[in-house]
């Protein structure tokens, strides 16, 4: 039966390498013209997870959902409003910044804004050396040109611009500036959902290798599950700020217990078209993050919500080997596949309305 | 419907079953070019294409591959430095190519709308959603204002937009991503279409609001008998819901066949390519994908032969030089490579003479 995890404590496992406890972010939302703080933008809440040492993590959700907000409160971009992040069992806060950029680094999703166009490959992938005074100017070219032949692009290049390169060669070069620190820690922020569909499976290799040749342990962000379930160890499918659900990758894939989760897996476009679906399509949009609903924050759009759903919010149990599920009716969704009820367009139409109506202001 | 030099000379560019069906719009050889500061950037460049009544057709192929214009130019919406060139846009037993501005506008929004790609594009911000919905009626529709009022939130309503008397308030940047789709599709619904061109309509969302938004547009299909052209590069959203496909490549149609026999069997190596490499929820997790190596040329610098030549892992010697040409197959679908037998004579009469020697030998 389902158990509540126990708040783990700071004893972080030695055979964890990354270990994210409760952490919470708001963004303040400022408004009227003195740019007061007129509310706060719950981005995320009381998210736990460990990463293992040469494992990849991932995170999904769709859009606005706080993926980012954790991968970029991880690496300390932002400060966390609350909770605790340990690398390899130190409290990250209380690391200095130079150590915590050489083990951690960040691919970002966007190859085009994220090379500064005015820089040439060579000296947007020695940055980093340059910044920690790594090397001589010769040992630091030396490390360039080795890091751009392992993710597959000419050392020859090195003096071009990143307008000379297209949309995945530039994700390489991205990927090399990560790497060149010889980090151990990766966050790959939606590193394909910018690159053409032909490209985003070369890059996918990439990183596999680049995992193998280098031990790395990656926290893979992305709202593509086909992708996520490829590259993924293991995931946490995260709604409204919160983690929902998380479990080993074929375990969350094949008994998927969170009415959202298995709504986004229902979601997907199937490319076979002999395969006919009666989908759940579930109704309504993202509620605001500035003013989450009370209880369950997927109340507004669930096919099984009951009352205890707008007064209680779920804990995360264990429902064994891990895999954790916040919802209060999970039992009845436990290792059975069944389908989720559809709703009656009564339904449908009702919570749509409510859900408009808090979204509105 | 005659050829350049009105022979009766047999279409080969549509897929059997298209050519001989009841053809609601029909795009033969169309040319659309951009002339820019360093040479000519031939965006769609011999493109045919047919949509029967009813029937959704759906356009696949990378960024930049000459998608959207070949949307843009059925609908006449292509801006200097852009120029259709050459090609036949057939609407019913009309060439829209030959229409004026004025005969143009009011087929526009009326018997052929379109979701454009960019919905901020498309919507004025200054305007909220009932005036732009009331201008669309009001150019193709002699109603009176009650009348446009009542049509407005109709149609907000059909698209499941919940309190239609107040969202017709609301200006664009108000609504939500998903919201806004769904406006621009009340507008491209308000005077019923026979054919709806749809942009990527859902490539902006996420996957539970594009699941919303196909299954409204194939709702209002079935009811309507719309018939629709749906660009995406999303092969599941073609697989769900298209009934021909079109793939497309550096301007050029590579493979069109109807959707069964294109997944079941794809011809092409850029279609194979497509559908080996993106993982899907089958994709076995031990294996490495598969991938198409290299990228799309610069379309200022294409090659002699073969446009996917450079990326392709069954290209022979012909290809380097000899642009293959459609071709039907015995299946009756259409591919452009020289995997296949070519005729002996092109569409542009260019002989190939060695390209059936060595792709007779090549093919299995
Ligand atoms: N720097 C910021 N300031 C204010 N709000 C932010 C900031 N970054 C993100 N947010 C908000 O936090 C929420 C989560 O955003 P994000 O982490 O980017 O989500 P995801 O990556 O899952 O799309 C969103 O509502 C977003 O608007
Ligand atoms: N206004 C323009 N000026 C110059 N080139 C253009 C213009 N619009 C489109 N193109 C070019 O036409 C080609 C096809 O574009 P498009 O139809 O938008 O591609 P898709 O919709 O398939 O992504 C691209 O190479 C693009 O750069
Ligand atoms: S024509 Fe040649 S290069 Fe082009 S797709 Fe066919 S085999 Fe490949
Ligand atoms: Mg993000
Ligand atoms: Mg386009």
Redesign the interface.
Same mark, same amino acid.
């Given at each position: 039966m389902a158990t509540e995890t126990a708040g783990s404590g700071n004893g972080v496992s030695d055979d964890v390498l990354v270990s994210v406890q409760k952490l919470t972010k708001h963004f303040p939302v400022r408004g009227g013209i003195l740019l007061r703080t007129i509310g706060h933008v719950h981005a995320a809440d009381e998210v736990s997870f460990d990463i293992k040492r040469g494992e990849t993590f991932g995170l999904v959700g769709e859009s606005g959902c706080g993926k980012t907000t954790v991968g970029r409160t991880i690496l300390r971009v932002y400060p966390p409003t609350s909770g605790d992040i340990y690398f390899g069992g130190e409290d990250v806060s209380k690391l200095d910044r130079k150590v915590l950029a050489r083990n951690m680094q960040i691919i970002f999703q966007d190859p085009y804004g994220s090379l500064d166009p005015r820089i040439t490959v060579g000296g947007i992938i020695g940055e980093g050396l340059e910044v920690h005074g790594i090397g001589s100017p010769d040992e630091r070219n030396e490390q360039i040109r080795e890091i751009m032949d392992i993710v597959g692009i000419s050392s020859h290049y090195a003096q071009r611009y990143p307008h000379e390169f297209s949309g995945g060669q530039r994700q390489r070069i991205g990927i090399a500036r990560a790497l060149v620190l010889r980090p151990q820690f990766l966050v790959c922020d939606e590193p394909v959902s910018a690159l053409d569909v032909s490209i985003q499976s070369q890059i996918l290799n990439l990183l596999r290798d680049l995992q193998g040749e280098f031990g790395l342990t990656y926290l893979f962000i992305a709202h593509n599950l086909a992708v996520v379930r490829y590259v993924c160890d293991r995931v946490a499918v995260m709604y409204l700020g919160k983690i929902v659900e998380q479990a080993d990758t074929p375990e969350l894939f094949g008994n998927a217990i969170h009415p959202y989760t298995r709504a986004l897996m229902d979601a997907i476009p199937v490319p076979d078209p002999s395969e006919q679906r009666e989908r759940l399509i579930i109704p309504g949009e993202l509620p605001s993050p500035t003013n989450p609903p009370q209880g369950c924050r997927f109340n507004t759009r669930c096919a099984v919500v009951q009352d205890v759903c707008f007064n209680e919010e779920p804990p995360l149990r264990d429902f064994g080997d891990g895999h954790l599920v916040a919802c209060h009716v999970a039992e009845d969704f436990d290792r059975r596949g069944t389908a989720l009820p559809q709703l009656s367009s009564e339904m449908h139409d009702a919570i749509t309305d409510s859900v408009r109506s808090s979204t509105t202001d | 419907m005659s050829n350049s030099n009105g022979a009766p000379e047999p279409r080969m560019e549509l897929p059997e079953r298209v050519e001989k069906g009841d053809l609601l719009l029909s795009v033969r050889n169309l040319r659309t070019h951009f002339r820019v500061r360093d040479g000519i950037v031939r965006a769609v460049d011999g493109v045919s294409y047919a949509i029967e009544r009813g029937k959704t057709l759906g356009l696949v192929g #990378?960024?930049g591959c000459g998608k959207s214009v070949s949307a843009l130019s059925v609908m006449r919406l292509i801006r200097p430095p852009g120029d259709i060139v050459e090609g036949e846009v057939m609407w019913q037993d009309r060439d829209l190519r030959t229409l004026s501005d004025r005969e143009m506008r009011s087929v526009r929004g009326d018997e052929i709308s379109m979701i454009f790609q960019e919905p901020m594009t498309a919507l004025n911000p200054v305007f909220t959603t009932g005036n732009q919905i009331g201008e669309v009626l009001r150019e193709h529709r002699d109603f009176t204002r009650k009348q446009r009022y009542e049509r407005t939130i109709e149609v907000l309503r059909l698209v499941?937009i919940?309190?239609p008397e107040q969202r017709i308030k609301a200006y664009p940047h108000?609504l939500?991503g998903?919201?806004r789709q769904r406006v621009m599709i009340a507008m491209a619904l308000a005077c019923e279409p026979q054919l709806l061109l749809a942009d990527e309509p859902t490539t902006a969302l996420?996957?539970? /609001?594009?699941?919303?938004i +196909? #299954?409204l547009i194939r709702e209002i299909r079935a009811r309507t008998g719309m018939a629709l052209l749906l660009i995406t590069?999303?092969?599941?959203? /073609?697989?769900?819901m298209?009934d021909d496909v079109a793939v497309m490549y550096t301007g050029e149609v590579v493979e069109y066949a109807d959707?069964?026999s294109l997944?079941?069997a794809p011809k092409h190596p850029y279609t194979r390519? +497509?559908?080996t490499? /993106?993982?899907?929820?089958m994709?076995d997790?031990a294996e490495?994908?598969?991938? /198409?190596?290299g990228?799309?040329p610069h379309m200022m610098r294409l090659p002699l032969g073969c446009l996917f030549q450079s990326?392709c892992p069954d290209a022979m010697n012909i290809c380097r030089d000899n642009r293959p040409q459609l071709q039907r197959l015995e299946d009756g679908r259409t591919v452009r490579c020289h995997l296949y037998p070519q005729r002996p004579s092109g569409h542009d009469g260019e002989p190939l003479p060695q390209a059936r020697a060595t792709a007779g030998s090549a093919a299995s």
């Open positions: - | #990378e960024s499941g919940p309190q108000e939500s998903g919201m996420d996957v539970t /609001i594009q699941a919303q +196909l #299954e590069h999303d092969l599941g959203v /073609i697989a769900e298209a959707v069964g997944f079941a390519g +497509l559908m490499s /993106i993982p899907s929820l994709t997790r490495r994908l598969s991938t /198409i190596r990228s799309v990326r």
